[in-house]
């Protein structure tokens, strides 16, 4: 297992940091949250013009040929800016695709959503049933799913393909703390859906595109988020003396930076395990969900404390990485499920 950047994979990660520093802009983010939660010129230009929303998928189906160390790559720069984007729907849906979508199937949906035609979203129902195609499901907390054009409903080891536009297909949205991912109930009552040729490596595909997304976010809004502060304990004079240079204040900082390079090895040994196969990769894909949820929260919860008065206003962007964290805390399972499924694969029945 290689844990050093290949040359093209160091040029990704400069390429996309330099693509949403200078295109995720806090304004659009906070303009996009008054609508659907999706900044979609920025969703087009991310599939056109950078064109790494192939990225997961092999080139022979249209997509980037390139894995999920680099998936995450991207998202862990989309997380720094929390960049009103559908990435994690996006990623999950093609991975579950390509992993178990039938040649139909991944020539019918995929070159839509690599262009950006089509948002897609993961829709986990509890139960589905399902008479000769006509399906009853209701799915909740579906992340964009109020905007989304295509749904991968799944339950236990099957998953269905749905069109935004089938007869009986209706989506609530809702307003919920991270309005730059806004959620949704999908409810299905006769819908037409297609029933995707491999329901378990579909779903299991999707759930370790989402673990990783979420978890190199995660990394990338920490990351800003200690960033963001040490500036300001640069610039901010208390008692004649820079914020930064207190004892109490410092020891705050270290420990961020040391929890966040815990949690960066954590993204690429997950995105690494994946790629190559390794037995370790489901262990890797859930400690980094655990590691890297709490770190963010934990980062973001400091820059809002350290920043004073100002870090709980409106106008300072420290609320959206403290919303964001929070909500990556409680999608596709807690921290503390995550720790659970881990003792379980160490200790088995002990756990």
């Known amino acids: 297992m290689e844990f050093v950047f290949t040359e093209e994979q160091t040029m990704i990660a400069e390429t996309v940091r330099g693509f949403f520093v200078e295109n995720a802009s806090s304004e659009r983010t906070r303009k996009a949250m008054e609508g659907e939660g999706i900044d979609r010129a920025l969703w087009s230009a991310f599939c056109t013009e950078l064109c790494l929303s192939g990225i997961g998928v092999p080139e022979e189906m249209g997509g980037a040929g390139l894995g999920l160390l680099e998936l995450a790559i991207v998202a862990e720069s989309a997380g720094a800016q929390v960049a009103a984007i559908p990435l994690l729907g996006h990623a999950m849906v093609a991975r579950a695709l390509v992993a ?45 799913g109020a905007a989304a054009d295509l749904f991968l409903v799944a339950s236990g080891d099957r998953a269905w393909m749905v069109e935004r536009g089938a007869e009986g297909v209706m989506v609530e949205g809702h307003v ?45 809004a920490a990351q800003q988020a200690l960033d963001t502060t040490v500036a300001y304990a640069k610039e901010r004079v208390q008692f004649g003396r820079a914020i930064g240079s207190f004892q109490a204040y410092k020891h705050r900082l270290a420990d961020i930076m040391v929890a966040i390079e815990q949690a960066r090895s954590a993204v690429y040994w997950a995105g690494c395990a994946v790629d190559e196969g390794s037995d370790e990769a489901t262990l890797a894909l859930h400690a980094a969900k655990a590691f890297c949820g709490d770190t963010a929260f934990m980062a973001a919860g400091n820059m809002v404390q350290l920043h004073g008065g100002i870090g709980f206003t409106w106008e300072h962007d420290a609320h959206l990485y403290f919303k964001r964290a929070r909500s990556i805390l409680s999608m596709l399972g807690s921290s503390d499920w995550h720790r659970q499924q881990i003792a379980g694969a160490i200790l088995g029945d002990a756990a």
């Open 100 to 144: 178990g979508g039938s040649a139909q199937q991944q020539a019918h949906y995929l070159p839509r959503l690599i262009a950006g035609e089509m948002i897609a979203a993961y829709a986990a129902a509890p139960a589905v049933e399902d008479k000769d195609g006509a399906i009853n499901a209701v799915a909740q907390f579906v992340a964009h």
């Open 176 to 220: 919920t703390m991270d309005q730059t991912r806004p959620l949704a109930t999908l409810t299905l009552s006769g819908a037409t859906g297609e029933l995707l040729a491999d329901g378990a490596a579909g779903v299991a595909a999707a759930e370790q595109a989402g673990w990783l997304v979420l978890s190199a976010e995660a990394l990338g």
